[in-house]
């Protein structure tokens, strides 16, 4: 039990998606896991009635009051977001200070906003005495934050893998039912990888909105509450590039049921060649690749690669390679291990 008037350190960390990418806002499924990078917030009451906060590694400070939350850009519209939705949530927030720190490269498509705002949600809700928040209540909350404070309509991946994570395990999330059942990651010696590549990728400022209406407007066309309600028959009518958005969206539906079974049968190879196919589905149906991220799929793919892709949103930021024990990590290249998830504690 936190003391409420003690200091609170909420870690939250950033994820990787084994497979399924641009399903979750079309209710379908992934396989994401959190990894061992995050985001670190440091949270202590104070007298006054707003939150001061400190982003350590960019020397950047905002203060605003808790009684009028006005938005901001960058890092701040997070931290007033947060606050807002949980004053909105009816939590009562008190004066808090924050500090915030991560090692979650901002742009790389690890979700460093996502952990971001789990960090800052579990550390204010801490300090006013809500320790224990229901996870896909607050994964819900923190994705208000991205599509109403940072202009990113995003689904709830990102904050369901962070606050989600278990050791050693992937999770086939169910956007439908938001039910959460954990895959053991046993590679058999092989070792998954990302690889910036170079290109800083944003939701808000990429083509991701854009993809995201292309769905809605397919669902539309179908007269369809979401793609997950879609059959491969049913899309083949729709006009381009709206019947190569649902395609993909379907058939990564069907990649991460496969890599379930792959995984559970132990057949390591099968897993690579599913990564393989997101890939290309992700480039030639769901078009969010770039030069520079097919430029770092093909350097882990020489390292020889059983599998390679972009993870994320796609439009820049990290691939992730799938490599066998022999391999070298090539230059650059992080290890990823799945890690717990977001957790809050006493310093
Ligand atoms: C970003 C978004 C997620 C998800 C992925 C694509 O990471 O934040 O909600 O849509 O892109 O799978």
Not at 116 to 141: F, H, K, M, T, Y
Not at 242 to 266: D, F, I, P, S, Y
Not at 322 to 332: K, M, S, V
């Amino acid at each position: 039990m936190l003391s409420s008037t003690a200091t609170v350190l909420a870690f939250a960390p950033g994820r990787v998606n084994l497979i399924g990418e641009h399903t979750d806002y079309n209710q379908g499924l992934a396989l994401p896991f959190a990894i061992d990078r995050g985001v670190s917030v440091r949270a202590q009451p104070i007298a006054a009635s707003c939150v001061r906060a400190n982003a350590l590694d960019m020397h950047e400070h905002d203060e605003f009051p808790l009684s009028a939350i006005e938005p901001a850009d960058g890092w701040r519209a997070y931290v007033r977001g947060v606050a807002a939705e949980l004053g909105s949530a009816g939590i009562e927030l008190r004066g808090t200070s924050l500090e915030i720190s991560g090692e979650v490269p901002q742009g790389s498509g690890l979700s460093s906003s996502a952990a971001l705002e789990v960090a800052l949600a579990l550390a204010l809700c801490a300090v006013a005495g809500q320790e224990n928040p229901d996870r896909v209540e607050l994964a819900e909350l923190c994705v208000r934050v991205e599509n109403d404070w940072a202009d990113a309509q995003t689904g709830l991946l990102d904050q369901l893998a962070s606050l989600c994570g278990e050791e050693g395990s992937a999770l086939r999330i169910d956007f439908r039912s938001l039910e959460v059942e954990t895959v053991p990651l046993a590679l058999d010696g092989n070792r998954l990888v990302t690889l910036d590549s170079g290109e800083e990728h944003s939701n808000a400022d990429s083509g991701y909105n854009q993809r995201r209406a292309e769905c809605a407007q397919a669902c539309e066309e179908l007269g369809i509450q979401s793609l997950r309600d879609a059959t491969p028959d049913t899309v083949d009518d729709l006009p381009d590039p709206l019947r190569r958005r649902a395609r993909h969206v379907l058939q990564e539906n069907e990649r991460v049921e496969q890599t379930v079974a792959a995984l559970r049968a132990g057949d390591v190879e099968r897993v690579g060649e599913f990564l393989d196919a997101s890939h290309a589905s992700l480039r030639d149906l769901y078009e969010v690749s770039t030069d520079a991220v097919e430029a770092a799929v093909a350097r882990l793919r020489e390292a020889g690669a059983i599998g390679a892709r972009v993870v994320g949103g796609g439009f820049g930021g990290s691939v992730l390679g799938l490599l066998p024990e022999a391999a070298e990590t090539p230059t650059g290249a992080v290890e990823v291990r799945p890690g717990p998830g977001a957790s809050v504690r006493a310093p």
